[in-house]
Nanobody, 116 residues
């Protein structure tokens, strides 16, 4: 079992930055592929970024490449999403996801609102 708790969301102006954190409570955090997804009102949940267990590989959806950076600290059981050059279309609830073997866990999400 892994519990995920996101934080760091808020209201920011276009062009601003936010750093999201996802703290995990449970065992074997270092084995999990960690990801960030987002869901805007009336839209489907979409993939944003992911990072492998060692942090050696990262993946991004095209719309955030060059602006967002995903990282992790396995000693702290935490994954981060540094979001720069934010745009109004980045407004959404951002959710943390953990996957390992048959295990798949989600956090409750944190709201990010980018004003124009």
């Amino acid at each position: 079992q892994l519990q995920l708790h996101e934080s760091g969301g808020g209201l920011v102006q276009t062009g601003g930055s936010l750093r999201l954190s996802c703290a995990a409570l449970g065992r074997n955090f270092g084995r999990y592929l960690m990801g960030w997804f987002r869901q805007a009102p009336g839209r489907e949940r979409e993939f944003v970024a992911a990072i492998t267990w060692s942090g050696s590989s990262t993946y991004y959806t095209d719309s955030v490449k060059g602006r967002f950076i995903i990282s992790r600290d396995n000693a702290k059981s935490t994954v981060y999403l540094q979001m720069n050059s934010l745009k109004p279309e980045d407004t959404a609830v951002y959710l943390c996801n953990a996957v390992w073997l048959m295990n798949n866990y989600w956090g409750q999400g944190t709201q990010v609102t980018v004003s124009s």
